[in-house]
């Protein structure tokens, strides 16, 4: 796959997360809870694979090719499943349908994955040159999300209070 047809894959695939969340009055907004869902997963999941691509032995890694990207998928699964559950306790309003587009953003961060080590390939020794790239896309990505999280602690903060 080509660079540019891997970054235009993940466009879609925002895109179509966001979509899913069609109808929802908070899409008026210019960063809406769908979007910061996808956001957040697509954080999650590429900080999720940049930490197994550290930890785990190259060779393993070329043996499991799929291992890394599956662990950005299942970051961001756990992580919209871990918001969903904070939510039920009374944070937010849950909906199963934010697991999904969390997740959504699991698969276009998998993708990213995929991006970064065409364009970033290994090392002779078989390490990743792209986590650099990896982490620091996750921790730029993460700063609409960690604002909107610290927006929905006001919201909650208030509706005790009252």
């Not at 899409?27 to 996808?38: E, R």
């Amino acid at each position: 796959m080509t660079r540019r047809s891997s970054l235009v894959v993940v466009l879609i695939v925002i895109s179509q997360a966001a979509a899913l969340a069609d109808g929802d009055p908070s899409l008026s907004q210019p960063l809406s809870g769908k979007f910061l869902h996808v956001l957040g997963g697509m954080a999650t999941g590429l900080a999720a694979a940049g930490i197994v691509e550290a930890i785990v032995d190259p060779s393993v890694q070329q043996r499991y090719p799929w291992l890394v990207p599956f662990a950005a998928l299942a970051g961001a699964a756990m992580a919209g499943v871990s918001k969903e559950i904070l939510d039920s306790t009374g944070f937010g309003d849950p909906q199963f349908t934010d697991i999904l587009i969390t997740s959504t953003g699991g698969v276009a961060a998998a993708l990213v994955i995929g991006y970064a080590q065409c364009v970033y390939p290994r090392s002779q020794s078989g390490q990743m040159n792209a986590a650099s790239f990896v982490f620091s896309l996750a921790a730029l990505i993460a700063m609409p999300v960690i604002n909107g999280f610290l927006v929905e602690i006001e919201r909650y903060e208030s509706r005790r209070t009252r």
